[in-house]
């Protein structure tokens, strides 16, 4: 027993030079293991009298003890070491300014319909959906256009074949949606009013120049009540019109129009100067067609079994990629498709600035020019 004191110093200063743990371990193992140093000690207090046995079982203890913590401490300063260092070599410099020509663009289309939906949402209409492959019924019939309406030939409809049976059913043949409106009907199917919804996304007509492209976008809105008016179609409008464009003021006129699935129907025009062929929104004494609305008609509400004695509402539909347009000075509708990263990166905007009412809608970011 007498050499225990030197062990135990010897023992205690190994630990204290560790440097991993690993070789923590075999310190260890080289003091408490099945052959240890200290372990080897207390088998041997066997041979020793009951009187001495009680004295150095006690000494051994307390030896054991004191290296078990100096052990336990010591493992738990290499690893917190280990660990810093692991997470010093993983450490990503998330100051690091983004390199700008290595940046991506959200396309002016993506940029508009967040606006929009942020300007809409702020007045408490959410989004709605519905599928691009549509058959006739939501397309057309539900929407008061049966079929041989005349209107249905104002849409240059993309027919798909009619399904495997040769089923000749109208209403279950399909057709690309030429509008958004066919999402009032599902929307009315599915929810009972009120209803407040608007309903961005893609649309397709057979048609191709610098302001039409066979696959368009638009933005349906539905609003169904017991008391809605003309009066709150034009208030909604007048406010969507002058956050999406941010003015304080534009002059707005509303025309009579015809829409199977509106009574009565109008055109929504904003007022624009086209001085020296620029053409500049919210001043001068010219107009620009913006949109179609109207207070929903009654066979559109039958159609989805709401009952018009008791409801009414209005709709209106956009298109997106014009609005597009008008806001931030693009000429040809075409281009929108073309996917020419040049143009992207011209009218294209920095990701992350994401619009909102509060926040500004396209004041942060704006077309990166
Ligand atoms: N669906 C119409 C179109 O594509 C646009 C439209 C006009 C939608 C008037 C409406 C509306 O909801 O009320 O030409």
Known sequence: MGNIDSLKYEILKAIENATSLPELEEIRVFALGKKGSITGMMKDLGSLSIEEKKEAGKILNVVKDEILLAIETKRILLENIALNKKLASEKIDITLPIRTETLGRIHPISQ???????????????????????????????????????ARQMHDTFYLPSDANGDKDIDSSYVLRTHTSPVQIRTMENNQPPIRIIAPGRTYRCDYDATHTPMFNQIEGLVIDKKTSMADLKGVLLEFIKSFFE???????????????????????????????????????????????????????KAVNIDPEEYQGFAFGLGLDRLAMLKYGIPDLRTFFDSDLRWLKHYGFIPLDIPSVTGGLSSNGGAVR
Do not use: Q
């Open 247 to 301: 003015l304080d003021e534009i002059p707005t006129r509303y025309r009579p129009s015809f829409f199977p699935f509106t009574e009565p129907s109008a055109e929504m025009d904003i007022g624009c100067s086209r001085a020296n062929g620029e053409l500049k929104i919210g001043e001068g004494n010219d107009w620009l067609e913006i949109l179609g609305c109207g207070m929903v008609h009654p066979n559109v509400l």
């Open 112 to 150: 508009v319909f967040e606006e929009v939906v942020a300007i809409f949402g702020s007045m408490g209409f959410s989004v709605a959906e519905g599928p691009e492959i549509e058959d006739d019924f939501h397309n057309f019939t539900a929407l008061n256009l049966p079929l041989n309406h005349p």
